[in-house]
């Protein structure tokens, strides 16, 4: 079993920043590929930002430019810090790991950590 711990949300004004992380722990042969979801009430979790082992990253258009995803892969965590938030950011947000928990079994695993609260104040 794979643990995802995050951390860093609150309540910050806009144009603020703040600092996700998440770590992961557990059953962990690699970490394919770690990411940032959010889900607003009533709406389907949409994809924020993510990073592959080999340090590839996406990015929603709406966070470009002020959002930088970051991981460390000895620590087997995941950072993302948000510069010059808007209200619209305000969302709960749930980190993400796709891993491969033994070297025997190929098959990789989609895990979810249980969200973090950003409020971003007009």
């Known amino acids: 079993q794979v643990q995802l711990v995050e951390s860093g949300g609150g309540l910050v004004q806009a144009g603020g920043s703040l600092r996700l992380s998440c770590a992961a722990s557990?059953?962990?042969?690699?970490?394919?590929?770690m990411g940032w979801y959010r889900q607003a009430p009533g709406k389907q979790r949409e994809l924020v930002a993510n990073?592959?082992?080999?340090?590839?990253?996406n990015y929603a258009d709406s966070v470009k430019g002020r959002f930088t995803i970051s991981r460390d892969n000895s620590n087997n965590t995941v950072y993302l810090q948000m510069n010059s938030l808007k209200p619209e950011d305000t969302v709960v947000y749930y980190c993400?790991?796709?891993?491969?928990?033994?070297?025997?079994?190929?098959?990789?695993?989609?895990?979810w950590g249980q969200g973090t609260q950003v409020t971003v104040s007009s």
């Open positions: 993400n790991a796709q891993v491969q928990t033994s070297l025997w079994n190929p098959r990789v695993y989609n895990y």
């Open positions: 557990g059953s962990i042969f690699s970490i394919k590929t």
């Open positions: 990073i592959i082992s080999g340090g590839t990253t």
